[in-house]
């Protein structure tokens, strides 16, 4: 990506401290002539001296409404509202493609302004493999609150931390009871990441993946104490837990965490919800009797800001470097089209080339 400006915009949401690109991998950009502006955050776990010390550009929060077209735009999360016209490429997670509440209205942005979205959860490989994801820290810390969540030890508002600390607190002390635990998806990056704190916590799950899930045992499912959900369904399929479940007299679940947070989406595997939960009240009752509460948070990585952050730009990073040669973003480009046809939004001034 030689001669070309990336702009690595704030984050709008306060509770999101992550970054796609760290100071150490903003100096490869550096060094390799991209023009690299960052605007300055005040809950980025870096602070934006460090990238300016690597020779990055400083801008105000925000200011990438006004970065010249040919600007590559990247974040992690939502944009804000406006402008109405979106003239930029985009790099984010845009929760746009499976008919997310909004999207056909971000997507209408994007086209009226004749920019793109660039969905970094479609930036794959030829076999539709992710090539860069937040999955294992996702996985890590939906297992981790329900942990602490089921041995009443989760604290509101959540607050980020490290690793270490976040493994002391997982450890298991005197009066814990033991309890069953099962990872469904667990052979994804996510479902690695949610056995890694379970085991961290001394509760090794129960592991079912696609060979389970395809002939669900529901009674099997209900009769664990603690569920952790890391499938993210690209087609339709059978509800893993039902309405009906909840009401179950014989449910011994009692605790659900979903990573995947798909709520909205017509291919949620948990439609037993109809809104995620936030760091200031992260648990949401679905039931009285027997109880059962859920933990469905959709920035779970920016709670373990430092690590996630750095193992994500480890992976984007080279393939900015190869920003409109690598076809991985064609792929991405491509899709964006086809989700406009499909939606009957009409392009604009649409520019089809990967400037």
Request: negative net charge.
């Amino acid at each position: 990506m030689t001669d070309r400006s990336l702009w690595l915009r704030h984050e709008v949401r306060s509770t999101e401290r992550r970054t796609p690109i760290v100071p150490d991998d903003a100096r490869r950009l550096v060094e390799a002539g991209v023009e690299l502006t960052v605007e300055d955050s005040p809950q980025r776990i870096f602070p934006v001296e460090a990238y300016e010390a690597v020779g990055a550009r400083v801008a105000e929060p925000g200011s990438w409404t006004s970065a010249p077209p040919g600007t590559v735009v990247v974040g992690l999360k939502e944009l804000p509202d406006r402008p109405d016209e979106l003239i930029h490429r985009h790099i984010f997670f845009g929760h746009a493609y499976k008919g997310q509440p909004g999207a056909a209205a971000l997507l209408g942005r994007f086209a009226a302004g004749g920019g793109a979205l660039l969905d970094l959860e479609y930036l794959v490989d030829e076999q539709g493999r992710r090539l860069a994801a937040f999955g294992f820290w996702a996985g890590y810390l939906g297992a981790a609150l329900a942990v602490l969540h089921h041995r009443g030890r989760l604290t509101a508002p959540l607050v980020p931390t490290g690793k270490d600390e976040l493994d002391e607190t997982l450890r298991p002390g005197p009066g814990d009871e033991d309890f069953t635990s099962l990872v469904v998806g667990a052979l994804g990056r996510s479902g690695r990441g949610a056995r890694a704190a379970l085991g961290a916590a001394g509760a090794e799950p129960t592991c079912w993946d696609l060979a389970e899930t395809l002939d669900l045992d529901r009674r099997a499912l209900l009769d664990h104490d603690l569920m952790v959900n890391c499938v993210l369904a690209t087609t339709p399929v059978p509800p893993f837990v039902r309405q009906e479940d909840l009401d179950d007299p014989a449910r011994r679940l009692r605790t659900l965490s979903d990573v995947t947070c798909d709520v909205g989406s017509p291919l949620n595997v948990l439609p037993v919800y109809d809104r995620a939960t936030e760091w200031a009240d992260p648990v949401l009752r679905l039931r009285k009797e027997p109880p059962l509460d859920l933990i469905a948070i959709d920035n779970l990585p920016s709670l373990l800001p430092r690590e996630s952050s750095t193992d994500f730009s480890a992976a984007l990073t080279p393939l900015l470097l190869e920003y409109g040669v690598n076809a991985a973003w064609w792929r991405c480009l491509s899709r964006f089209r086809e989700m406009c046809d499909e939606l009957g939004i009409k392009e604009g001034g649409f520019d089809r080339e990967l400037r």
